[in-house]
């Protein structure tokens, strides 16, 4: 079955800097888009950045475009988002995403805070 587990997050001072990590199994990772997202307290859970299956496109919410960078190692069937210049408003559970057919599967999540 399919399992997504994320790892990596912390607190952080603004303009700081984490690397989060999710390790999936039970599925071809190799031949997935893999996404992370978002969900701050009171808020809903938004996307944040997705990587095709080959790591040669990506794709970046708005409000960390030229901040976080996602990438992957297949070797690995691990996918990364290395996050700097972090604000206060980042703060929220990180989530690994893959879609399925009609089926989404998620991580436990990762909490980032970033304060100081």
């Known amino acids: 079955q399919v399992q997504l587990v994320e790892s990596g997050g912390g607190l952080v001072q603004p303009g700081g800097s984490l690397r989060l990590s999710c390790a999936a199994s039970?599925?071809?990772?190799?031949?997935?888009?893999m996404r992370w997202y978002r969900q701050a307290p009171g808020k809903e859970r938004e996307f944040v950045a997705r990587i095709n299956w080959s790591g040669g496109s990506t794709y970046y919410a708005d409000s960390v475009k030229g901040r976080f960078t996602i990438s992957r190692d297949n070797a690995k069937n691990t996918v990364y988002l290395q996050m700097n210049s972090l604000k206060p408003e980042d703060t929220a559970v990180f989530y690994c995403?893959?879609?399925?057919?009609?089926?989404?599967?998620w991580g436990q999540g990762t909490q980032v805070t970033v304060s100081s």
């Open positions: 995403n893959v879609r399925m057919g009609a089926n989404n599967y």
């Open positions: 039970g599925f071809t990772f190799s031949s997935a888009y």
